[in-house]
């Protein structure tokens, strides 16, 4: 479960959809929550999207830390981003409790901090 992990913040480092689709099951549900309110999705091509829409304004975007780990009978992915969007830079975190069948991601909550202003 953890390659699944570690494809998952690849896929999201290198703002790759398709990447990021492919690590989700074709029922694939995702519920997150972020400073805007609860978002839920569901299909790979809906959930990548969806993740992939948050980064999509950055033009520098670079990976600050991350770590995969089990919980029991959960996938525990959590990542933190340091990016520029419009000038402006931010700081963002991001976990991911994921319940994993055939190595994909069938279940997936997920918690933002929001993109959080820091000094440049």
Known sequence: MRSLG???VDAVAAQDPSALAA?????????ALIPGGLRERQGPADSAALISSWFADSTE????????DDVED??????RFAGTEEGEPY??????FCVVTDDRIA?????CSGFRPRAA
């Open 6 to 8: 570690a494809r998952l």
């Open 23 to 31: 690590c989700f099951a074709e029922d694939a549900q995702l519920r």
């Open 61 to 68: 975007m670079s990976l600050v830390a991350s770590s995969v």
């Open 74 to 79: 959960r996938l525990h992915i959590w990542y």
């Open 91 to 96: 700081l963002v975190e991001q976990h991911l």
């Open 107 to 111: 279940r997936a909550h997920l918690l």
